[in-house]
């Protein structure tokens, strides 16, 4: 079988969420300005001592239900974080310790806020060279755990939750082709600063730096396939901001009601937010068999990727 497929999804978000007007009650900002400038309504927040190898464990069952897998099936995890609660032993192999299995690889990857778009090149092309035949790929973010409450400029942007899906060979192109790449250049423009913990962001520039990129992308991606902008059903973009997701979708002449929203309710998941969004858009009866979506993703790295995938 030459080509690899999605055929499973699955995701997961903690209970507790905070509304804009949680927000407005500990920094000055207001609902108004966040929903204007970032489309985000609310996000969900871990519960005390929950981790994201917690919710990644969520996900995958999740995801294996939905494929009609167990975790034994399984030859190959790949975790896309950068929220672990441990540096090592990485996530993907603590979830192998919770679902007893073994002797199969098991990384985490961390490209930020493409990490899952990373991590989908990485199974595609063992899935077609033969070496795995059921991966699970998750993204998953404890991004709470990195946010300075007191910094108005960020604590409004991020949520906590995971996403999976299960990948296995197919006669026909599901994942039709992924694209990847970065750039260290813009480090200082948005980073974890390991002093304070917490997270720093040039938001404004971050943003212009971002709009072009993915613009960019998207006819990368179009080009490689030498197809047309009609040929996308649905735009699946990383969920950072409801502007950007918008000024990528009128690049493709796409509307609205054509994009998977799902920002105003997670906020910015980070690796998690991809397939967080593709999960709920085909539960929400959006995404059906056979379409085409295009994803893309823009981080911290800076880094930035596509897939284009047959569902
Ligand atoms: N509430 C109220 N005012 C706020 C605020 C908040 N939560 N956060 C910032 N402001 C203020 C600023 O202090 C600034 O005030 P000033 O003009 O008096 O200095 C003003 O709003 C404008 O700030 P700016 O940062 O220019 O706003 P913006 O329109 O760029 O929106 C972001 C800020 C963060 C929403 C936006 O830049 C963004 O989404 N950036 C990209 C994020 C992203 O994609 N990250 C990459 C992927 S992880």
Redesign the pocket.
Same mark, same amino acid.
């Given at each position: 079988m030459k080509y690899s497929r999605i055929s499973g999804t699955g995701s997961y978000l903690p209970e507790k969420v905070l509304t804009n007007h949680d927000?407005e009650k500990f920094?000055?900002?207001?609902d108004e300005?966040?929903q204007e !400038?970032?489309g985000i309504k609310s996000r969900h927040i871990a519960a005390d001592g929950e981790t994201a190898t917690d919710m990644a464990a969520q996900a995958l069952q999740r995801a294996l239900e939905n494929s009609g897998k167990t975790a034994q099936d399984l030859d190959l995890i790949i975790v896309a974080t950068c929220t672990a609660h441990c540096r090592f032993p990485s996530i993907a192999t603590q979830l192998q310790n919770i679902y007893k299995v073994k002797n199969f690889p098991a990384f985490d990857l961390n490209a930020?806020?493409s990490g899952f778009i990373y991590g989908l090149n990485l199974v595609d092309t063992m899935v077609r060279s033969g070496q795995v035949r059921c991966a699970a790929v998750i993204g998953t973010e404890h991004m709470s755990s990195l946010i300075d409450w007191s910094d !108005?400029?960020?604590?409004?942007?991020f949520g906590d939750g995971a996403g999976a899906v299960i990948v296995e060979p197919s006669n026909e192109a599901g994942i039709i082709s992924t694209h990847i790449h970065a750039d260290g250049a813009h480090m200082d423009l948005?980073y974890h600063d390991a002093a304070s913990g917490k997270i720093v962001?040039?938001? +404004?520039?971050?943003?212009r730096v971002?709009v072009k990129t993915l613009e960019r992308i998207v006819d990368e991606t179009l080009d490689a396939n030498k197809l047309d902008r009609s040929a996308v059903d649905w735009l699946l973009p990383?969920q950072? +901001?409801l !502007?950007?997701m918008l000024a990528t979708a009128q690049k493709l002449d796409m509307t609205e009601e054509q994009v998977i929203i799902t920002v105003d309710e997670h906020g +910015?998941t980070?690796a998690a937010s991809i397939p967080l969004a593709l999960d709920v858009g085909i539960a929400r009866g959006q995404i059906k068999r056979g379409e085409v979506l295009m994803m893309e993703s823009?981080?911290?790295g800076f880094t930035w990727g596509s897939a284009l995938v047959r569902y």
């Open positions: 927000i920094v000055d900002t207001s300005w966040i !400038r970032t930020a806020c !108005r400029s960020t604590c409004v942007l948005l962001m040039e938001g +404004n520039k971050v943003f971002a990383h950072a +901001n !502007r950007i +910015n980070s823009f981080g911290a």
